[in-house]
């Protein structure tokens, strides 16, 4: 019953931001670590953005470093991921994980696109 779900995505142009949210339920969100993962057309799923359980901890992928930010409200169970500056090559669905309980969402739709 563990459920994450996504929202947020949508058709953006070159240059544009959005902000993703993922919450989740039936499980304690503040023990556990979140991540960001996107899968693009023809491509393999990849790693996006980690953060920690008290946020003391923020990684990124070297291709988003600068233009994108993870963040977590545990009060709302809710983990968000500002996209700025975003590119065509982005356009992909967004996933949220739990990594240590192997946990995913639906996923959201980002199109990058003029």
């Known amino acids: 019953q563990v459920r994450l779900v996504e929202s947020g995505g949508g058709l953006v142009q070159p240059g544009g931001s959005l902000r993703l949210s993922c919450t989740g339920s039936?499980?304690?969100?503040?023990?556990?670590?979140m991540s960001w993962y996107r899968q693009g057309p023809g491509k393999e799923r990849e790693f996006v953005a980690y953060?920690?359980?008290?946020?003391?901890?923020?990684r990124y992928a070297d291709s988003v470093k600068g233009r994108f930010t993870i963040s977590r409200d545990n009060s709302k169970n809710t983990v968000y991921l500002q996209m700025n500056s975003l590119k065509p090559g982005e356009t992909a669905v967004y996933y949220c994980?739990?990594?240590?309980?192997?946990?995913w969402g639906q996923g959201t739709l980002v199109s990058v696109s003029s």
């Open positions: 039936d499980f304690i969100f503040s023990n556990n670590a």
């Open positions: 994980t739990a990594p240590f309980l192997k946990t």
């Open positions: 953060i920690s359980m008290s946020s003391s901890i923020m």
